[in-house]
Structures are given as structure tokens and as C-alpha cells.
């Protein structure tokens, strides 16, 4: 047993045991996250909050935001983006209104080609797809970091295998609720 998965099997016998952290967080249907799971990013994406960026569009996208962005990047058959979409779906209904919410489609399959990830590294800083980007530009503070979204505030590359997806879904929550919306 690795020591992440040590961490993350704590974390989550610490919120199954701890009534008011559940209480935070909205109601989730297990199977329904696995039927979503099931489907490309694209179609898990349907129908929420999520605008698409690409290469022509991004810093424009991300820089004119008033609110923090975050950026998904994802190949659309593969089962890490697709777990990980399901995730960003989630957040996205419940903090659309506070954060902007946008998915870089990097490839219609499965499988990223390594000169695409070297162009997206050089762009962007992703080393591996999924990948998400926090963008927080802390507008409204008197902080000299982050002034503008030319750098991500947080990289992230975890995605949320569905047996431990409710502790993923809390802990990113709780990153956004602490970090992003401070």
C-alpha cells in the first residue's frame, strides 16, 4: 500500500465518521457518477456550465474573466479524463456562478500523441493529460502574487478513482471554498 493510498483511505474513514462534513456537501448519486463515468468527457460535459477553450482562445478566455478560472484538459475516450469530468461536472453545477468553468478537449480518443504534450507543456505547463489548471488572480486584495492569470495558482493531476470519488469530491470542495473563493 502506497502512502497516498494510505492518505486518502484516512481521509475518507475521517469524513464517513464526521456527520457535518458530509452535511457540507451536497447530495451525490454514486450511480449515477458511474454511468456518467461510462461516457465520453464531451457527453459528460452536456448540458453544465462548461465552455470549451483552445489554443486560439485561452489566455483571452482566462485573462478577461472577472471571477477564477479552472481549466480542464482531457482526452475525451480516456476513462482517467472521463472519471475526472465527472468530478468537474459536479463542482461545476454547484460553483458556476463563482468560478468559471472551461474543458480543453486534447484528443477525440484515448491517447495523447507526445508532441501534443510537449506543445501543451510549452503553453501551459501540463505535463500529462487529465490536467487541471486553478487559475485566482485574487482580484479585490491587496496581494502582490497573482496579480493576473498568467500563472496557475494550483496544477493539478489526481483523478478520482470511483471507489474514493465522494473524498476527491470533498476535498476539491473544500480546496475552491478555502483557496479559490477566499
Excluded at 470549451?52 to 482517467?80: C, H, I, L, M
Excluded at 472521463?82 to 478537449?105: C, D, I, K, Q, W
Amino acid at each position: 500500500m502506497t502512502r497516498r493510498m494510505a492518505l486518502v483511505g484516512v481521509l475518507g474513514l475521517m469524513m464517513s465518521l464526521c456527520p457535518a462534513v458530509q452535511a457540507a456537501a451536497p447530495d451525490v448519486d454514486m450511480a449515477d457518477v458511474r454511468r456518467l463515468a461510462r461516457e465520453p468527457v464531451e457527453t459528460i460535459l452536456l448540458g453544465t456550465p462548461f465552455g470549451r477553450v483552445s489554443d486560439a482562445d485561452y489566455w483571452k478566455t482566462v485573462q478577461g474573466s472577472p471571477k477564477p478560472v479552472v481549466v480542464v484538459f482531457y482526452a475525451n475516450q480516456d476513462e482517467r479524463s472521463r472519471n475526472l469530468a465527472t468530478l468537474a461536472r459536479y463542482l461545476a453545477l454547484e460553483f458556476s456562478e463563482v468560478v468559471g468553468f472551461y474543458g480543453y478537449p486534447v484528443t477525440a480518443g484515448a491517447t495523447v500523441e507526445q508532441n501534443t504534450l510537449a506543445a501543451l507543456r510549452k503553453r501551459y505547463g501540463v505535463k500529462k493529460v487529465p490536467a487541471t489548471l486553478f487559475y485566482d488572480n485574487d482580484r479585490g486584495k491587496m496581494e502582490l502574487e497573482r496579480t493576473d492569470f498568467s500563472v496557475p495558482a494550483l496544477l493539478e493531476y489526481r483523478t478520482p478513482s470511483l471507489f474514493f470519488w465522494k473524498t476527491y469530491h470533498q476535498a476539491t470542495r473544500e480546496y475552491i471554498q478555502k483557496n479559490i473563493l477566499d
